[in-house]
Nanobody, 115 residues
Framework: QVQLVESGGGLVQAGGSLRLSCAAS????????MGWYRQAAGKQRELVAT???????NYADSVKGRFTISRDNAKNTVYLQMNSLKPEDTGVYYC?????????WGQGTQVTVSS
């Protein structure tokens, strides 16, 4: 019933900024956690940031101070604001939703940071 639709991504120079968006197609009830994960070429998928329904957040050490996760519950949308981008941030970024009875992923969006 709930589906995730991602938008954003693209090519940006080192030091630049980019914002990713992920919208849920249906209503989300109860406690839930939305987040962003990324996978670089030849690497395992890793957690970037999460945000709970009560707005509590968690960040990977590598992005602390540079990335900000936020959500708009009225729009069923989660955002990832990425500043001071580095080439090592390059990868496919995936939106994730965890709620009782559901654990889903978006289709992924490519982020490429050039030096």
């Amino acid at each position: 019933q709930v589906q995730l639709v991602e938008s954003g991504g693209g090519l940006v120079q080192a030091g630049g900024s980019l914002r990713l968006s992920c919208a849920a197609s249906g209503s989300i009830f109860g406690f839930n956690v939305m987040g962003w994960y990324r996978q670089a070429a030849g690497k395992q998928r890793e957690l970037v940031a999460t945000i709970a329904s009560g707005a509590g957040t968690n960040y990977a050490d590598s992005v602390k101070g540079r990335f900000t996760i936020s959500r708009d519950n009225a729009k069923n949308t989660v955002y990832l604001q990425m500043n001071s981008l580095k080439p090592e941030d390059t990868g496919v970024y995936y939106c994730n939703l965890k709620v009782l009875g559901y654990n889903g992923w978006g289709q992924g969006t490519q982020v490429t940071v050039s030096s």
